[in-house]
């Protein structure tokens, strides 16, 4: 099992972090500020694209993986039977695109639970699926989090996200 960042963050080679809406990451190496370079991290994402953050805005834009207690949150939010948002769709995106961006779980597990409930009520009345990208983007996140956190396939991840939201929608 991988080593898993904790509070307070340590930002240390070989942690597992998130890295808000591009996902989970592995800090490849730290490095100490060197004349006008400053202290810095290089951080590898599951994509396998290396990114190089300066200290200062690793320690503002990077979060330790979740554990069981933000998990067990995540399963209230996605089993909470909430009712469809009344506001403009636009709004709603808007609010949606916040919410994936500052990529905490919670945010995330809104986005998911909301669209599997508006997928759900849109396949009764259309055999059309749901093609919302901000939605798609928030379940792979949420997926590849749990998964990393719990030692899984995103699969099973995935599988264990749908069996939490409310199915009587």
Known sequence: ?????????????????????????????????????PARIILVLESGLRVTLPLVRARETLRCLSGEPELEDVRLTLGAD?????????????????????GEIGGLAEIVRDGLQRERRLTTTSSKPMANELFRRARTLLSAEIAASRGIEPEAADAWIVQQVATDV
């Open 1 to 37: 099992m991988p080593t898993v960042a904790r509070s307070p963050l340590r930002l240390a080679a070989g942690d597992v972090v998130v890295y808000a809406s591009h996902g989970i990451g592995r800090i490849e190496s730290a490095h100490a500020a060197e004349g006008t370079q």
């Open 82 to 102: 909430v009712a469809p948002a009344v506001e403009h769709s636009s709004r709603r995106r808007r609010f949606a695109q916040e919410k994936l961006t500052a």
